[in-house]
């Protein structure tokens, strides 16, 4: 590894001048820290044990699950077709939770005196290969800042810092200012700190213009006011609040996708006035101020990202044992680019909501009255549907 020091001292110079604060970055070991030196270690934070996959942007994270065998047989695109699977995913978490017992929710806990620090980590995964052929690399930040922002925020902790890692083979200052300039506008949109990171500079190691990118949020939320589901009761109402399209999950499938169809990223996305680059590209929606907003008004009993393992997956992990959900179908507006996918890529509806989020991006499970609430303030000011109910019964259907 190798690192150029002119080029490390620009960028440092432009990171300074957006976030507002003074660091010195390190020349003393082949890679360099980009702002600030590493926290010191706390526990693995995997995803919840006893819980679901998630998938990243074809990229597989994971958490303890079963989930549905592939449904290459219909004829249809699958996860697994693209590449993605999600068999050998389970697996490894099954060994993962022998090693590491006791680790829970879409964040992992610190207990702090009277709180908890709550933390995440994430990418983007093979949303990148977009933003390397759209040329789009200023809002791939956000994208990565959103995937830990939104993670933390379900337990109801408020982000109080980021740090990011970008690497590549050949550090390309403005390049990486755009990258970088996301991430600052991730971090404004959430209200917590970029803190600090890495820049690491690999020869050989990627493609020419190639970069991988991974984030790092903390937050903290008081003890008795953690969100953590276990008072969730049947006749609980599901809100679902809009993405703005495929966030950061599922572009292995998407692009593969985007092969058969013959279409290109620069061809407009059918009955739209968009390409379908801009489509795929547009940023993930950080729900942090919003959900946090709820939280304080009382009444939000459990929260789920929609990430990779869709509604299907993800839904549940938050509910009691013996509870599950009942999905209205049609109460929400599904984002074209989701029904060009499912057109172009003959793919199953079982397949689609276990791999995409649908255009419902984050969903509170809260009391009736909570609902009522949320649904009434709404009006004008935000968009948020009542897509379901609480049901006796595990898991989750739709009807």
Request: with cysteine.
């Amino acid at each position: 590894m190798s690192t150029t020091f002119k080029a490390n001292t620009e960028l440092s110079i432009f990171v300074r001048d957006k976030v507002g604060f003074s660091y010195q970055r390190s020349h003393t070991k082949p890679k360099f820290n980009c702002f600030s030196k590493r926290f010191l270690p706390i526990p693995l934070t995997f995803k919840e044990v006893g819980a679901k996959k998630s998938s990243k942007g074809g990229v597989l994270t994971v958490s303890i699950s079963s989930i549905s065998s592939d449904q290459g047989e219909s004829g249809g695109l699958t996860y697994k077709d693209a590449g993605v699977d999600i068999d050998a995913g389970t697996e490894l978490v099954r060994r993962i939770a022998k090693m590491a017992p006791g680790i829970g929710g879409f964040g992992g806990l610190f207990p702090l005196g009277d709180s908890y620090l709550v933390a995440g980590t994430d990418g983007v995964g093979t949303k990148l290969k977009l933003a390397f052929e759209t040329g789009i690399h200023h809002t791939i930040g956000i994208d990565l800042v959103a995937m830990s922002v939104n993670d933390i925020v379900t337990s109801g902790a408020k982000p109080l810092f980021f740090l990011d890692y970008f690497a590549t083979s050949h550090l390309d200052v403005d390049l990486a200012e755009k990258v970088i300039k996301g991430i600052v506008d991730g971090c404004q949109q959430s209200h917590c700190t970029l803190l600090g990171g890495e820049t690491a500079e690999m020869p050989d190691f990627y493609a020419d213009g190639e970069y991988d990118l991974s984030g790092f949020a903390v937050g903290i939320v008081k003890k008795d006011s953690v969100i953590d589901g276990k008072n969730i009761l049947v006749g609980d109402v599901l809100i679902g609040l809009p993405s703005s399209g495929v966030h950061s999950n599922g572009f292995s499938l998407v692009r593969r996708v985007l092969t058969q169809s013959g279409l290109s990223l620069k061809d407009r996305l059918p009955s739209e006035t968009v390409t379908l680059g801009e489509a795929l590209m547009a940023p993930t929606v950080i729900y942090v101020k919003q959900v946090l907003d709820f939280v304080s008004k009382g009444g939000v009993k459990g929260i789920a990202h929609i990430t990779g393992g869709g509604f299907t997956d993800n839904i549940p992990r938050i509910f009691p044992k013996g509870l599950g959900a009942i999905i209205y179908k049609d109460s929400w507006v599904v984002p074209p680019v989701f029904k060009w996918i499912q057109e172009a890529g003959r793919i199953e509806d079982d397949e689609m909501r276990r791999t995409f989020n649908m255009g419902v991006g984050m969903v509170l499970v809260v009391s009736p009255e909570a609902a009522e609430r949320i649904l009434r303030d709404g009006l004008g000011a935000y968009t948020a549907y009542r897509i379901g109910e609480v049901v006796r019964r595990e898991g989750v259907s739709y009807q």
